[in-house]
Each structure stands twice: as C-alpha cells, then as structure tokens.
C-alpha cells in the first residue's frame, strides 16, 4: 500500500477535521464549482463498500465483502477495516467484535463513538471503543443499504425493498433498550441506496435500480412528505450534502463523482470507476476530503476538493 500523500493532501490531514458522517453541514452562501486538488488511489481492500469518519479519532472505517462480490450472501466473511485518513490500514479486522458475525456488510455511519452498519436484513449498532454490538433485524428488508442519524431516529434504506425504515432510538446498543422499527416509505419507485440528514431536517435519499431504470434524488419531509428534487439521473449510491446546499453523489451509470446543484446543474469530479459506492468526506472549511470506495475495483479512491 502506498505511504505517500501529495504535499496538499498532507496538510489537510494534519488539520482539525469534521466528520461528514456525524451531522448536517452548516449554512453557507451561493454554490460556485469544486476543484479537484488531488486524486489518489489505495489498494487492498476486497471488495469496500461504504467508508465512515470518525474526524475526533481522526479514522476512516470501510466495511467489505472480503470473499466475493455476491452483496445477499450470508457467509460471515465480512470485515469492517479501520484506515487512517491518509490511507493506511491501522486495523484490518476492527469490526465485528469476539462473538458477532457480518456477512456483507454495506453502509456505514459514526457519530461520537458510535458506529452503524447495515447487513442484508439486519442492522447493527458497534461500541467503536469497546467493539460490543447489537444486531437488530429489519422486518421484511432484503436489502438493508445505507444508515443516517437524523435527529433521535436512525434511518434505513432498504434499496430492492424499495423501502426505507426508520429506528427509534438510534443508539439501541443496550440490551435494555426496546428499538421500535417502522417502515415510513415504500414502494414509491424511489429506491433509496443512499441517505443523508437534510440541513433542512429532511432526510436525503438518492436512488439505484438499473441503466435502464435510473433514479433520482428525494426528500421525506418530517411529516412523511415525499419531494422529488431531481428528475431520474442514473444509479445513484453515495451522497453528502455540503455547506451550500450542493450534494455530492456517486453514480454507477456515469461512473462517477458528480456535484449536483438545486438548479439542476451537474459537475463531473472524478470519473473512471468501475463501482462508486458510498463514500466518506471529511471536512475543514472549503476543502473536503472524499473517500470513494469502488466496489468492483476494490480500492479507495481520497479526493480532495476545494470550493
């Protein structure tokens, strides 16, 4: 693995981060275009599919497939890897703990020292200092994808389910805690992969289904309100939204990093993918460090924007 950075993305690195995963971006002023600064590429993860930040532990955390590219198999191979935000592994089989079992483990959300993962049909909650977790299983979900915390709530997508759920309380790691899980969308033709907190309080949903079938970007609204925000774009995975109201989003059909706009208007900022899934940003003022995951290439991809 390479142990080299770009003198910028360097520096980023040494400066105080903020965790893209653990919150909604501030407020900020009018959209302008993203730079890309840097662009660089790690190996030696099998098959990654999504990337959390811890920015106080100053940690990245990438769940993986491990033995083969089959997303539904209950194998119990799965692993959740602990990098350093330059790339470096720091501990390959962090998560699961002594006891637990992830078969493919998907996406990933950190908050304080908190970490969300889903898996198939279940969703887990991980102590990151002690590694305890609990599983959780999500009634009728075939294909759990991507964790959010908005508010006290934790929010699922169940992307083939066409289906997101929501868990009250989010952190259900103590065994006394009774979670209620209820599914508040389905079979809308949405079909959320990626999700996002909202500055706005909604909750940000990005589509995937096919080439022939794209999807777009929606909002639910706090009082179970759907709103398109986008018209049908491609296979979106990822998403992130940053100060200005822009969404960083992955799509598979495009096989890229896009920059989507309120307006309409796309930016392309890094292209060549094979698998762009949900990726990690942390960020410090104008610059964000983007940790893509291509699943199919298994490796990350850190690129470092700056509006």
């Given at each position: 693995?390479?142990?080299?950075?770009?003198?910028?993305?360097?520096?980023?690195?040494s400066?105080?981060?903020?965790?893209?995963?653990?919150?909604?971006?501030?407020?900020?002023?009018?959209?302008?275009?993203?730079?890309v600064?840097?662009?660089?590429?790690?190996?030696?993860?099998?098959f990654?599919?999504?990337?959390?930040?811890?920015?106080?532990?100053?940690?990245?955390?990438?769940?993986?497939?491990?033995?083969?590219?089959?997303?539904?198999d209950k194998?119990?191979?799965?692993?959740?890897?602990?990098?350093?935000?330059t790339?470096e592994?720091?501990?390959?089989q962090?998560?699961?703990?002594?006891?637990?079992?992830?078969?493919k483990?998907?996406?990933?959300?950190?908050?304080?020292?908190?970490?969300?993962?889903?898996?198939?049909?279940?969703?887990?909650?991980?102590?990151?200092?002690?590694?305890?977790?609990?599983?959780?299983?999500?009634?009728?979900?075939?294909?759990a994808?991507?964790?959010?915390?908005?508010?006290?709530?934790?929010?699922?997508?169940?992307?083939?389910?066409?289906?997101?759920?929501?868990?009250?309380?989010?952190?259900?790691?103590?065994?006394?805690?009774?979670?209620?899980?209820t599914?508040?969308?389905?079979?809308?033709?949405?079909?959320?992969?990626?999700?996002?907190?909202?500055?706005?309080?909604?909750?940000?949903?990005?589509?995937?289904?096919?080439?022939?079938?794209?999807?777009?970007?929606?909002?639910?609204?706090?009082?179970?309100?759907?709103?398109?925000?986008?018209?049908?774009i491609?296979?979106?995975?990822?998403?992130?939204?940053?100060?200005?109201?822009?969404?960083?989003v992955?799509?598979w059909k495009?096989?890229?990093?896009?920059?989507?706009?309120?307006?309409?208007?796309?930016?392309?900022?890094?292209?060549?993918?094979?698998?762009?899934?949900d990726?990690?940003?942390?960020?410090?003022?104008?610059?964000?460090?983007?940790?893509?995951?291509?699943?199919?290439?298994?490796?990350?991809?850190?690129?470092?924007?700056?509006?």
């Amino acid at each position: 693995m390479p142990r080299t950075l770009p003198l910028a993305l360097a520096l980023l690195a040494s400066l105080p981060l903020l965790s893209a995963c653990a919150g909604r971006a501030g407020d900020g002023t009018a959209a302008r275009p993203f730079r890309v600064v840097s662009d660089r590429t790690v190996t030696g993860f099998p098959f990654p599919e999504s990337v959390g930040c811890d920015a106080g532990a100053r940690v990245l955390y990438v769940s993986q497939f491990v033995s083969a590219l089959r997303p539904a198999d209950k194998d119990g191979k799965g692993r959740i890897s602990k990098v350093s935000p330059t790339g470096e592994m720091i501990d390959a089989q962090f998560l699961p703990g002594p006891g637990d079992v992830l078969n493919k483990p998907k996406g990933i959300w950190v908050e304080r020292n908190r970490l969300w993962v889903t898996d198939i049909d279940v969703v887990w909650v991980f102590d990151t200092g002690t590694r305890k977790g609990r599983r959780l299983p999500l009634p009728g979900a075939n294909f759990a994808n991507d964790p959010a915390v908005v508010g006290k709530a934790l929010y699922v997508s169940d992307n083939r389910g066409d289906a997101l759920y929501r868990v009250e309380p989010a952190d259900f790691l103590d065994e006394k805690v009774e979670p209620k899980v209820t599914r508040v969308l389905s079979g809308k033709s949405i079909n959320p992969n990626g999700v996002y907190p909202g500055r706005d309080g909604t909750v940000l949903m990005v589509g995937f289904k096919s080439a022939d079938e794209p999807r777009g970007i929606h909002a639910l609204g706090a009082g179970g309100d759907v709103k398109p925000l986008s018209k049908e774009i491609g296979q979106l995975d990822g998403v992130y939204q940053a100060a200005d109201g822009t969404l960083l989003v992955t799509d598979w059909k495009s096989a890229s990093l896009i920059a989507w706009r309120p307006s309409g208007e796309i930016q392309t900022l890094a292209g060549g993918f094979k698998g762009p899934a949900d990726f990690g940003v942390m960020a410090d003022g104008r610059r964000l460090l983007v940790v893509v995951p291509d699943l199919v290439k298994s490796e990350l991809r850190l690129i470092q924007l700056e509006q």
